[in-house]
């Protein structure tokens, strides 16, 4: 199973897009048991939604600050 800190990496880039059967399974199977991530994926989401929807062209800082501000809502391990 994966740790906290791999799910939020493969969530956050492409690989998850990439990842074979067994791989995405185990992501589900993490986020069926941990709330953190479940919560942090339901974010990513919402964020890349907005993101869609606005006309303005938004900037990689703005979406940095955005994630920054997203991953410090999490507590340490």
């Known amino acids: 199973m994966y740790r906290c800190s791999e799910v939020v990496r493969l969530v956050s880039t492409d690989e998850y897009l990439t990842a074979g059967p067994l791989k995405k399974l185990q992501i589900r199977l993490h ?6 991530c479940k919560k942090y994926v339901r974010q990513l989401r919402a964020l890349a939604a907005a993101i869609r ?3 303005e062209d938004v900037s ?3 979406v940095e600050r955005a ?5 410090q809502q ?3 391990k």
């Open 31 to 36: 986020l069926v048991m941990c709330e953190n």
């Open 53 to 55: 929807k606005t006309s």
């Open 67 to 71: 994630k920054s501000h997203i991953l």
């Open 74 to 76: 999490f507590p340490k």
């Open 60 to 62: 990689a800082s703005d």
